[in-house]
């Protein structure tokens, strides 16, 4: 037998990865409901679901490698950064699904979910005031009036592989529903702002540069006390905390 691997681990989900099948623990059925038919109505390359018993759901792996890793440079070119940004548009471009997604809750509850991340980060001592204050202040942004595309919700660079220059596989779809484009664009994009123009370019339409910013301060607030208590460390190098000091 294939040895093993315990790709993530924690008290919501776990991924463990035997030679080219990764096995999905979800104690939340719903989201894996939803990820299987975000795969299936996507209209880029997604994993192919081998069978389902649950709570476990079998995949097979893309081929390829991952575009990158949050906190680490990427190796991949300009031009398989610009194709993640042309697979982005054509997924924002499809019908929607009948579902909202990780972005698609409305203005009023972000704003609530950001009070209350930015009151735990200072009063826990987790970062500075003046570093939550700044970037806030440069959040506020992300909260406007958007129109809802199909998104993947977690379009972080672990979950987009490439062969070269073009995309073989997009993973890990349990976030996925209706949402605001920019959040998959600065999700996309986050930590590493050197390649925000390829995707852009690749994405082929003006984006509110502005919007993917605050996105990347918004995402990092409320993401931070998640990360520490599922054993992740957000102020590893190049990630959520460096992106939030990179605002100042």
């Known amino acids: 037998m294939d040895e093993v691997k315990v790709v993530v681990a924690h008290s919501e989900r776990a991924t463990l990865r035997v030679g ?19 795969m299936a109505l996507a209209p880029v390359p997604t994993p192919e679901v081998l069978w389902r018993k649950p709570p476990v759901l079998a995949i097979a792996a893309v081929p390829g490698t991952a575009l990158g890793r949050l906190g680490e440079p990427s190796a991949a070119s300009p031009a398989a950064w610009a194709k993640a940004g042309a697979a982005t548009r054509k997924l924002h471009d499809a019908p929607l699904p009948p579902w909202p997604g990780r972005s698609g809750r409305g203005i009023d509850e972000f704003a609530a979910d950001l009070d209350a991340e930015c009151e735990w980060l200072v009063t826990n001592g987790v970062l500075p005031p003046d570093l939550v204050t700044r970037n806030r202040q440069v959040a506020e942004a992300a909260l406007r009036p958007w129109t809802p595309v199909f998104t993947h919700g977690d379009l972080q660079i672990a979950h987009v592989f490439v062969d070269g220059d073009e995309i073989t596989g997009i993973i890990d779809w349990s976030e996925a529903g209706q949402g605001d484009a920019l959040f998959d664009l600065a999700t996309l994009t986050l930590g590493h702002e050197e390649h925000l123009g390829d995707v852009v370019a690749g994405y082929g339409t003006d984006v509110d540069l502005d919007v993917i910013r605050a996105w990347w301060s918004l995402r990092s607030l409320l993401g931070i006390r998640w990360l520490v208590e599922h054993g992740f460390d957000p102020s590893a190098p190049g990630c959520e905390v460096d992106v939030l000091r990179s605002r100042l």
């Open 20 to 38: 080219d099948v990764f096995l999905k623990v979800d104690a939340d059925q719903a989201r894996v409901d939803a990820e299987v038919e975000a």
